[in-house]
């Protein structure tokens, strides 16, 4: 029903930035709260970020707060994600996915809340 395709990664030196894309088909992402997870070798998938599906609550890690900003355009079917101020433990391949509506934002650090996934793109951060 719902298909998510991210783009945007690829090699940058720390203290840059980077913004990454993923654009969704099939249906508009409306009422989706739309989340960013990432995944580095051999280390779990962890929670980033991710956003109502009004734009009007946000929720991030710790790890990334201050750096990442979360964004969505739903005319264009489309959520972002900015990162400043990279750090080699960034790296890993980030992945989008996306909810119909939760019932709170507590759900929204919790993959198990996420019914689609993209495929996920790699961000790489050099020293």
């Known amino acids: 029903q719902l298909q998510l395709v991210e783009s945007g990664g690829g090699l940058v030196q720390a203290g840059g930035s980077l913004r990454l894309s993923c654009a969704a088909s099939?249906?508009?992402?409306?009422?989706?709260?739309m989340g960013w997870f990432r995944q580095a070798p051999g280390k779990e998938r962890e929670f980033v970020t991710a956003?109502?599906?009004?734009?009007?609550?946000?929720v991030y890690a710790d790890s990334v707060k201050g750096r990442f900003t979360i964004s969505r355009d739903n005319a264009k079917s489309t959520v972002y994600l900015q990162m400043n101020s990279l750090k080699t433990e960034d790296t890993a391949v980030y992945f989008c996915?996306?909810?119909?509506?939760?019932?709170?934002?507590?759900?929204?650090?919790?993959?198990?809340?996420?019914?689609?996934w993209g495929q996920g793109t790699q961000v790489t951060v050099s020293s």
């Open positions: 099939g249906r508009a992402l409306s009422r989706y709260v």
């Open positions: 996915a996306a909810a119909i509506t939760l019932s709170s934002t507590a759900t929204y650090r919790t993959q198990e809340s996420y019914h689609y």
């Open positions: 956003i109502s599906w009004s734009g009007g609550n946000t």
